[in-house]
């Protein structure tokens, strides 16, 4: 069975960083775009970052750019999420996604097919 486990989630201040891991099993991350999307307190799930299952695609929200890096260790089997200058708004909880069979990175939640539990992240102003 497919796993995906999200670690990294914490409580930092305003303009601090925080790097999460998305630890993968059952499942090959270089053959599987994969994204972070994250879910605020009464908001709906919003996308944060994909990265192409080759490597070489990555896409942010407008939000997290320049301050977001997506990234991934093939020989760790392991997705991650560098976060730095966070701010109050990025209080959420943050998931981590898998899509397969399709050649483009998405920002669509309904292609991803498998997903993490969940870790959250909650920054103090």
């Known amino acids: 069975q497919v796993q995906l486990v999200e670690s990294g989630g914490g409580l930092v201040q305003a303009g601090g960083s925080l790097r999460l891991s998305c630890a993968a099993s059952k499942l090959t991350v270089s053959t599987y775009n994969l994204g972070w999307f994250r879910q605020a307190p009464g908001k709906e799930r919003e996308f944060v970052a994909t990265?192409?299952?080759?490597?070489?695609?990555?896409d942010y929200a407008d939000s997290v750019k320049d301050r977001f890096t997506i990234s991934r260790d093939s020989t760790k089997n392991t997705l991650y999420l560098q976060m730095n200058s966070l701010q109050p708004e990025d209080t959420a909880v943050y998931y981590c996604?898998?899509?397969?069979?399709?050649?483009?990175?998405?920002?669509?939640?309904?292609?991803?097919?498998?997903w993490g539990q969940g870790t959250q992240v909650t920054v103090s102003s």
């Open positions: 996604a898998a899509a397969g069979g399709i050649g483009r990175t998405t920002r669509n939640a309904y292609e991803y097919s498998y």
């Open positions: 990265i192409s299952w080759l490597g070489g695609s990555k």
